[in-house]
């Protein structure tokens, strides 16, 4: 399919553990968004990359939260030392420079 | 600080009425808005948008609303199918690209 991925799907982690999260946005899409959402609510903006410029990360929650895009087109979001409240949807969007962002189908973590 | 508002968690309508979702706003710098549509363990798909410069935007089914004097939008989906059941979140953005989220209104169109 032509759609933006993410793996895994599902992630369990014990308090502390560091994770990696990936996404592989649709070709040719500069711009890539990380959402996090908790359960109940609506995503919430983390970071944005245009090719691999990594130009807003100013919804990153703390320092343990990490987003790179060294090529341009795959990201890995990396939490260090997961903590009980990272537990959420973590869902990678991308677009076109100035289109309507699509989005992949989230990470679920768990932090136990 | 909530910049994006659905006052309403669930709607329920009989299918062939009209669903009407509702969104309010704060922050006048938006000046694009979309709703997206999910179903579990799905990420949000894309539904429609609409740009500030006009009040009215129309695809098949869906129609979406803007009041920019009111900072208020809705989305219109008429005849309502089954397959229309999920949750719909209203979103906004300004010129830096990044999406403000409601919280979503959960959609059960009833047979």
């Known amino acids: 399919g032509a759609g933006v991925s993410q793996s895994p799907r599902y992630k369990v982690a014990k308090r502390g553990q560091d994770v990696a999260l990936r996404c592989d946005p649709i070709s040719g899409h500069v711009s890539l968004f990380w959402y996090q959402q908790a359960l109940g609510q609506g995503p919430e903006f983390l970071t944005y990359?245009?090719?691999?410029?990594?130009?807003?990360k100013s919804g990153l929650p703390s320092d343990r939260f990490f987003a790179e895009r060294p090529e341009g087109s795959v990201s890995t979001l990396k939490i260090q030392r997961t903590q009980q409240e990272d537990s959420a949807v973590y869902l990678c969007?991308?677009?076109?420079?100035?289109?309507?962002?699509?989005f992949g189908p989230g990470t679920r973590l768990t932090v136990t | 600080d909530q910049q994006v508002k659905q006052n309403s968690p669930s709607l329920s309508v009989q299918e062939g009425r009209i669903s009407i979702l509702n969104c309010d706003y704060t922050?006048?710098?938006?000046?694009?808005f979309l709703w997206y549509k999910k179903y579990p363990a799905e990420g949000p798909t894309f539904l429609i948008s609409?740009?500030?410069?006009?009040d009215k935007n129309e695809d098949g089914r869906f129609t979406v609303f803007l009041n920019k004097s009111a900072k208020h939008l809705s989305l219109h989906i008429v005849p309502s199918q089954p397959g229309d059941s999920a949750v719909y979140f209203c979103?906004?953005?300004?010129?830096?690209?990044?999406?403000?989220f409601g919280a979503g209104t959960t959609v059960t169109v009833r047979a």
């Open positions: 979103a906004a953005r300004g010129d830096d690209y990044k999406l403000s």
């Open positions: 990359f245009q090719n691999e410029a990594q130009l807003d």
């Open positions: 969007a991308s677009s076109l420079s100035e289109g309507s962002a699509y």
């Open positions: 922050n006048s710098m938006f000046d694009y």
């Open positions: 609409i740009s500030s410069i006009k």
